[in-house]
């Protein structure tokens, strides 16, 4: 089959090769002139594992063709994928949707047969409904069918969870081609046992947005209990276990530490408790409101432990921060907890040393001002306090007797619950959680 994606950022660019794996012919278009360069030479502009050995056989095979044209697209394929960002609005909580609207504006226009739209970026329930609306009203004696299959993927997994995922989703209005055109779009995925939700537009907006809400409540959850531990000295992690092995709860997205960051939790419940604002179902959220609260308290209580270890102010302290990106396996640091908390503790008069295994230069073009090390060891030299807020596994490979002898004062704060406490203790460190 012949498909276009729009779009090619951590989603599009994902879903474009993914697609041209599963035997389709893909024309990805990028608007950003410099990504498409990259793209088309077969080059990721992002850190994204497998992806770009996958990218690169497709484009050399020719089944994956990268354009910046809307008139190429419109010629190529009658099967559109939406997947541009739908980042948080500036100073509001709802989230922007101009790239989503500009791509239904400049596409059906130019389409001159029958066509599917499928939605992959995540949006307040509500958008398909208005964006076929608008697509009726622009296209010109053709029918637009416009339905929505949310993605799910992970950052650092995004290749294996699109090509396996959990489950599909597709929303439809009903009476068109869109869940022929899914089935055999995803036949491969279908054939392997993924089951295909299949249900109308909201209820599969909804469904994006209800389990970034969830995974992002059950972060916040654990690192509320966290905060009693810390008051009546009891352990989060043994806690997590605990009520981990109960198969109702579930031991994934339990770890406690500096809480949750990146491109799509803290913009997803945020421009979820606006869209139920609007919907005047605001107060069926407002707990949301408490887990961006909790998330956001962990970085100034990271700050406050890592004053309180210095003996009481970061004036003229040296503190070296082991990771900038949002989580391990990505370069992403939109939103990165490990960054904010850097931020802030240069403010506090401290110089600040970071490293990251694959973030440094996203983290210099967002954070100038800090100091970067090209080793974690470097980065470490003469501080007064190591913390680790990024779980990479290069930081929990580190040898503590060594890394003690670079360091002024052997204190680290284990911001992501991922060292051998018992071994750097050992070696003569004051571990803090
Ligand atoms: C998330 C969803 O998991 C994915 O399904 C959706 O499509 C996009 O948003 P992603 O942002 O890639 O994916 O990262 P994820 O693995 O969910 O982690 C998000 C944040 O939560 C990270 O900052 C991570 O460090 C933090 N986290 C995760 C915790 O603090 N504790 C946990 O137990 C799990």
Known sequence: MRIVVLGLGYLGATHAACMAELGHEVLGIEVVPEKRA???????????????????????????????????????????FIAVGT??????????????????????????????????????????????????????????????????????????????????????????????????????????????????????????TSANAFLATKISFINAIAEVCDAAGADVKAIADAIGFDARIGRKFLNAGLGFGGGCLPKDIRAFMARAGELGAAEALSFLREVDNVNMRRRTRMVE????????????????????????????????????????????????TVYDPK?????????????????????????????????WSEFMALNPVELGAQVRERNVIDGRMCLDSTQWAAAGWQYRV
């Open 38 to 80: 990259q793209l088309a030479a077969g080059d990721v502009p992002f850190y994204e594992p497998g992806l770009p050995e996958l990218l690169k056989r497709h484009i050399d095979s020719g089944r994956l063709v990268v354009s910046g044209s809307y008139s190429e697209a419109a010629e190529f394929a009658d099967v559109f």
């Open 305 to 352: 432990l890592t004053r309180e270890v210095c003996g009481g102010s970061l004036l003229g302290k040296r503190i070296a921060i082991l990771g900038s990106a949002f989580k391990p396996e990505s370069d992403d640091v939109r939103d990165s907890p490990a960054l904010n908390v850097a931020g802030q503790i240069q403010l506090q008069g401290a110089s600040v």
């Open 87 to 208: 980042p948080q609005k500036k100073g509001e909580y709802s989230a922007d949707l101009q790239y989503v609207d500009a791509a239904i504006d400049e596409l059906v226009p130019l389409l001159t047969r029958d066509a599917i739209i499928l939605g992959k970026s995540t949006v307040p329930v509500g958008t398909a409904q208005r964006l076929s609306e608008r697509a009726d009203e622009l296209a010109k004696d053709i029918d637009v069918e416009i339905a929505w299959n949310p993605e799910f993927l992970r950052e650092g997994y995004a290749v294996n969870d699109t090509l396996h995922p959990d489950r599909l989703v597709l929303g439809l209005f009903g009476g068109g081609q869109a869940e022929a055109i899914c089935r055999e779009i995803y036949q491969l995925i279908l054939d392997g046992g993924t089951p295909m939700i299949v249900t109308d537009p909201p209820t599969a907006e909804l469904v994006k």
């Open 359 to 391: 973030a440094m230069d996203n983290s210099r073009k967002l954070f100038p001002t800090l100091d970067y090390a090209v080793t974690a060891v470097e980065a470490c030299e003469k501080a007064d306090a190591v913390l680790v807020l990024t779980e």
